[in-house]
């Protein structure tokens, strides 16, 4: 009953045992409760791959141009907040740890890094493009087989509905729709659809997904 997940297994014991299994798309969620981290409140759900506490920068080393925003509130978090899960697709897709890079003690050592292994005179502007390019096609990717983000909510548990009546994370609820809403318009994507704009696919030199997604 448990060998596919909780999604699966509460759909096959039925009687109310949906509001017990915690996921987002079917992903068991992990230890990070995103009433206390917001960026895992974005990122459980609008990421490529849902429910992984790697997504989203939760923090970030100094050095890097990013704008500052406030980490302890749901609102007002972009474009800083987007342009650090840029920075952190790029990491990982460099095969780099992110522990090794949070250790980093300025950021342009990254810089420093891909230069020394490729020649490459790698900007800032290039990270955040290159994040916004892998976000992009990684998102595509998903839509193209018919999953939409939007279609994932949090359990009630997990976006405090009802919120906690006392600890740490009391009154907090998730303010879902804020949040998407903020962050849609920094990628550019629907708000419906989430289909990224065609224009900024194109600008990102992602024409072969721009002619997928707006036939």
């Not at 500052?68 to 609102?75: F, K, N, P």
């Not at 009630?156 to 907090?172: D, Q």
């Not at 704009?197 to 707006?214: F, T």
Request: net charge negative; proline share 7%.
């Amino acid at each position: 009953v448990l060998a596919d997940g909780v999604k699966r297994a509460a759909e096959r014991i039925g009687r109310g045992a949906d509001k017990f299994a915690m996921h987002v798309g079917g992903q068991e969620l992990p230890a990070h409760d995103p009433k206390f981290g917001f960026h895992w409140a974005l990122a459980y759900r609008l990421d490529a791959t849902p429910g992984r506490h790697t997504q989203g920068p939760g923090m970030a080393i100094a050095g890097i141009p990013i704008p500052e925003y406030d980490r302890q509130s749901q609102y007002n978090r972009q474009p800083g907040h987007m342009l650090g899960c840029c920075v952190t697709h790029v990491i990982q897709s460099l095969g780099l740890c992110t522990f090794v890079y949070w250790a980093y003690p300025h950021g342009e050592v990254l810089l420093e890094d891909v230069k020394a292994v490729t020649g490459w005179e790698f900007t800032w502007e290039e990270v955040f493009t290159t994040g916004e390019r892998i976000a992009d096609i990684r998102h595509a990717f998903n839509l193209r087989e018919g999953i939409n983000p939007k279609q994932f909510t949090f359990p009630g548990r997990i976006a405090g509905r009802p919120p906690k009546e006392a600890g740490p994370l009391k009154g907090i609820t998730l303010d879902e729709e804020a949040m998407d809403r903020e962050y849609y318009a920094a990628m550019q994507w629907d708000l419906e659809t989430a289909r990224p704009a065609k224009q900024r696919l194109i600008e990102l030199g992602l024409e072969d997904v721009a002619r997928d997604l707006w036939p």
